[in-house]
Antibody, heavy 119, light 108 residues
Framework: QVQLQQWGAGLLKPSETLSLTCAVY????????WSWIRQTPGKGLEWIGE???????SYNPSLESRVTISIDTSNNPFSLRVRSVTAADAGFYYC?????????????WGQGTLVAVSS | EILLTQSPATLTLSPGERATLSCRAS??????LAWYQHKPDQPPRLLIF???TRATGTPARFSGSGSGTDFTLTISNLEPEDFAIYYC??????????FGQGTRLEIK
């Protein structure tokens, strides 16, 4: 299965924009959905949104007004931007994709990025 | 939005015992359910998908069952490395994909 490697700034001030990127190794972006998931303090896992290889995004309604997911099919990576962050956005952020046989099964994950929000 | 409710919130067992974790969906989702194991400082690990199919590398002591609205993850003969948080997740209606709130499996 594919390997995902993510990177981005881990320390933000309130109102700044969180920006993360995820690169795919060992596979093609074609035919897959590429997701972002987070785990905030005291909470479980929360799906942020996803994008397909054609560049069509889908977002969690609770975050949709502040989130943009994009993809660069020529150069591989897909990216997450969350605008106007607050302390409630702090936590671990993961990129992920599904196994080939089931779009509902997130079988490949990035290593995670710990995001802190502090003034 | 489909809500997933996991029970119990915490399960305390000893190695060698059997763990039974439940996940209930607010609407029928056929068998479109996955289970994940999550340990600190690691990404979640897919264990089971399509309600009962083991992911590559999932030990045989993990089994999933259920359809419609009620699902179960069973771990027979608990090993020390099995103590973690377990999440169920559905993907029949988008947006969003939803996760349950998790069951913490802790050592007695």
């Amino acid at each position: 299965q594919v390997q995902l490697q993510q990177w981005g700034a881990g320390l933000l001030k309130p109102s700044e924009t969180l920006s993360l990127t995820c690169a795919v190794y060992g596979g093609s972006l074609s035919g897959f959905y590429w997701s972002w998931i987070r785990q905030t303090p005291g909470k479980g896992l929360e799906w942020i949104g996803e994008i397909n290889h054609r560049g069509r995004p889908s977002y969690n309604p609770s975050l949709e007004s502040r989130v943009t997911i994009s993809i660069d099919t020529s150069n591989n990576p897909f990216s997450l931007r969350v605008r106007s962050v607050t302390a409630a956005d702090a936590g671990f952020y993961y990129c992920a994709t599904h196994v080939p046989s089931s779009i509902g099964a997130l079988g490949s994950w990035g290593q995670g990025t710990l995001v802190a929000v502090s003034s | 939005e489909i809500l997933l409710t996991q029970s119990p919130a915490t399960l305390t067992l000893s190695p060698g015992e059997r763990a039974t974790l439940s996940c209930r969906a607010s609407q029928t989702i056929s068998t479109s359910l996955a289970w994940y194991q999550h340990k600190p400082d690691q990404p979640p690990r897919l264990l089971i998908f399509d309600a009962s199919t083991r992911a590559t590398g999932t030990p045989a002591r993990f089994s999933g069952s259920g359809s419609g609205t009620d699902f179960t993850l069973t771990i027979s003969n608990l090993e020390p490395e099995d103590f973690a948080i377990y999440y169920c997740q559905q993907r029949t209606q988008r947006p969003p994909i939803t996760f349950g709130q998790g069951t913490r499996l802790e050592i007695k």
